[in-house]
């Protein structure tokens, strides 16, 4: 834990009191969004102080060229940028002719910050007295809206407490925005018109290179004390921005407001020529509704995905206050609605990585929005990668892979590779093992076996190509081997034979292998389309099985474990707990090559591999494994502690394994990491639902049949959440002394309870000891 001033709350993240060293960490905390757009929490108004601008719209990027000192064959031609979109969200404010600054107030108290979870809206209150010596209440309030996705609303409210004053608010836009994160300093955004029609304002602009083309609207209500006021704003217009300006004289305790409307159209949804239309008819529909009825909307909106998705925790407050943080900002960033997006690793809270597709979603990503949306969600995200499944074979062929051989990216935005170290793009490529064990997962979870047929069958077999031409067959070992590579554990480079990425690597050809034979004898039609698409023959398929039946796999018949990789018992091998606490985290304390010779575990790696297949391997070797590898471990990846949390759980390690619940779930909020200011570990969240449902829950698909093993930390009094599997919504509630189960909608649904079957009838409660 680095930081600790997130108070404590079931339902909102709050901060209280004012400082400005902790803004921009607070910015990243306190993001809201919507699926469609998002936004750093910064300061409507003016603020001179440190902070991290920051407004996104999704599917909207960048390509800026990539930038290394030495360029070598196959690098990615450019790092897709998370942009930072023309703003909309600000309102200078002056009193008494002083502008508000937080930075240059004499005074600020009562400074509060709350994220309300429950109801999706941020807002913000404190009391200023300015330079001037006016003091001010100022009260705030923010949403991004879930029924209208280009749409955001701010009440922003004014009281003078200790004289009349004369207060000017100037909402505008402006586009003349840059990224903090670039690599050539590139102008981003080309603005193409400023426009003004009434009390609306427009800015059309377009990305540079990629050519999308967004309209940024606004338009806004002056009120005092609640009545509207009927004002012509002066307008202000430079090239790239826009601005109206309101002025009322408020007496002391009266209070002037003003409500923004605000947002983006794109032409990912419209004709370029229709955005400023389609700007309107937002516009129009936000006004004529009003403030307070879209706030009331907006709160029945997270109200119904609250229902679904929700996780309570009895007795511990900061766990319950992560959980529901993590559930919130994955659903902030990703709902389901549109199948050209995916869940970016800072969803819309930063800039850092670039991208908006990491192996992350099919690791982590998928098991959540299976359980608390419905399979289509599940199936919209497997078939962004099918609809991706090209550009993986051009990836491959850029790297001198042939014969339709699948590389899926380890960033990207459009199906192409977009990351630029090479460590990555090169040697990273157990990614393709997530893609394929998605599918596999849906399957298992879902029951739905058509997506395989439809279009998953061909991603497998683009895979499997590529693991049958990546291995190298050692004369030495008489067996094949997989060089070069980076496994999860990404503080080891250009090793060779990784277990993790060798044992996916067989897995997959034996899974895509597995659903030929059945795709041929039980859906013949699409058997015979696919064959004819990827003119797969007899003689390659006797490769792919000489691979998978050869494998090599490094062990320790001292340790009696799976080997990291080749050399890993060749370091020294000093474990974390003698390790001075002055040198973490060692990412930041380090240099690379000092990373690189230790025996530290950035994150599971051959633990990873224990995970995803836990019914291969027998719980004595996972306990061996896990004791061995752990104590490496530094966790200093945000994917690390969900998985090491679900196996101490599965191994009765309850202590080890609520540290590990409260480390996934309050990394962010608690700065485990040291680096919240550069925006939020979104994808990772996933693993905190992980870590309650699959750790503490036991929850698991045997046989075609759910199962449970249900856990609870001392330090809980209870915890439920529910699920949706096949159809099905069931809700799990367990205390120190027992478990209820109840079939909330279905007919009839066995599930296995430490192992035994229990029968669940429609509404009935199932009370187990």
């Known amino acids: 834990m680095n930081q600790d001033y997130i108070i404590p709350n079931n339902w909102s993240i709050i901060e209280e009191g004012f400082d400005a060293s902790r803004v921009e960490s607070s910015e990243s905390l306190f993001s809201i969004g919507n699926g469609a757009m998002g936004q750093r929490a910064n300061f409507e108004e003016q603020y001179s102080g440190h902070t991290f601008q920051g407004s996104y719209i999704a599917g909207v990027y960048y390509p800026d060229k990539t930038r290394v000192g030495w360029w070598k064959n196959g690098y990615p031609e450019y790092f897709a940028k998370v942009l930072n979109a023309p703003s909309w969200i600000g309102i200078d404010v002056s009193i008494n002719g002083e502008e508000l600054d937080l930075f240059t107030c004499k005074n600020v108290e009562s400074f509060k910050r709350e994220l309300n979870m429950k109801e999706g809206w941020l807002s913000r209150s404190f009391q200023a007295t300015l330079q001037n010596n006016t003091t001010v209440q100022v009260d705030v309030k923010r949403f991004l809206s879930l029924d209208l996705d280009e749409l955001g609303a701010i009440q922003y409210q004014v009281k003078p407490i200790n004289t009349d004053a004369e207060i000017t608010f100037q909402p505008y836009l402006n586009s003349g925005i840059t990224n903090k994160d670039t690599n050539w300093d590139d102008k981003f955004w080309d603005t193409l018109q400023v426009n003004q029609e009434g009390k609306q304002a427009f800015i059309q602009a377009k990305t540079m290179k990629t050519d999308f083309h967004t309209c940024t609207f606004m338009e806004s209500q002056l009120f005092l004390n609640e009545m509207e006021v009927a004002q012509q704003p002066a307008v202000k217009t430079t090239e790239a921005s826009i601005s109206f300006t309101y002025t009322q004289q408020v007496k002391v305790n009266e209070t002037c407001a003003i409500h923004k409307f605000g947002g983006y159209t794109v032409d990912r949804n419209y004709d370029k020529t229709e955005l400023i239309s389609a700007a309107k008819k937002v516009l129009d529909t936000a006004v004529n509704s009003g403030f307070n009825t879209l706030l009331e909307n907006q709160k029945q909106a997270w109200a119904t995905i609250w229902e679904m ?284 090559d000092r990373i690189l010779r230790s025996p530290y575990i950035k994150q599971a790696d051959t633990l990873q591999g224990f995970y995803f297949f836990e019914d291969h391997f027998s719980t004595e070797e996972l306990e061996r494994h896990f004791d061995f590898y752990e104590p490496f471990t530094v966790h200093e990846s945000s994917l690390s502690p969900c998985v090491h949390s679900i196996q101490a759980a599965k191994l009765d390690r309850m202590d080890q394994a609520y540290t590990f619940y409260l480390r996934t779930s309050r990394l962010d909020l608690d700065d485990y990491n040291k680096e919240v200011h550069e925006g939020l570990h979104t994808t990772s969240m996933a693993g905190t639902w992980m870590s309650i449902v699959e750790g503490f829950g036991g929850m698991r698909v045997k046989d075609n049949t759910l199962a449970f093993t249900p856990k609870i930390p001392k330090q809980w009094e209870a915890y439920s959440f529910k699920i949706n599997f096949r159809n099905q919504i069931l809700k799990i509630s367990v205390a120190q002394n027992q478990t209820n189960f109840e079939l909330i909608s279905g007919d009839t649904l066995d599930i296995l309870v430490n192992n035994k079957t229990v029968v669940l009838q429609n509404k009935e409660l199932q009370t187990l000891n």
């Not at 997989?482 to 034979?497: D, K, Q």
């Not at 340790?559 to 020294?572: A, I, P, S, T």
Request: hydrophobic share 35%.
């Open 309 to 592: 998705a929700d996780i309570t925790i009895d007795g511990d407050v900061k766990a319950q206050q992560g959980i529901r943080f993590n559930i919130f900002q994955l659903n902030q960033t990703y709902l389901g609605k549109d199948s050209r997006l995916n869940i970016g690793p800072k969803g819309f809270t930063g800039e850092k990585y670039g991208g908006s597709t990491y192996w992350d979603t099919e690791a982590y990503c998928i098991p959540f929005y299976m359980a608390t949306k419905n399979q289509e969600v599940a199936k919209t995200l497997l078939e962004y990668r099918y609809n991706h499944l090209e550009k993986a074979i051009e990836n491959a062929e850029k790297l001198g892979f042939k014969n339709g051989a699948a590389l899926y990216p380890m960033v990207t935005m459009n199906g192409e590779e977009c990351h630029n170290e090479w460590e990555i793009t090169f040697e990273e490529i157990h990614r393709n093992g997530a893609i394929a064990f998605a599918i596999y997962n849906y399957h298992r979870y879902t029951g739905d076996y058509s997506y395989i047929p439809e279009k998953g069958l061909e991603v497998l077999i683009g895979i499997a190509r590529f693991w049958q031409q990546r291995a190298t067959f050692s004369t030495d070992k008489n067996k094949y081997v997989i060089l070069g590579v980076t496994g999860p554990n990404e503080y080891e480079n250009n090793v060779n034979n990784n277990f993790y990425t060798n044992y996916l690597a067989q897995w997959c050809i034996n899974y895509a292998l597995e659903n030929i034979s059945k795709i041929e004898a039980e859906y013949g039609s699409d058997y015979t389309r696919i064959m004819n698409k990827v003119r797969l023959s007899e003689s390659e398929l006797k490769e792919w099985k000489a691979v998978s039946e050869h494998m090599y796999f490094p062990y320790s018949e001292k340790h009696q474990v799976y080997l990291q990789q080749d050399g890993f018992l060749d370091k020294e091998l000093i474990t974390v707990a003698d390790l001075d606490k002055s040198q973490r985290p060692i990412n930041q304390k380090w240099s690379w």
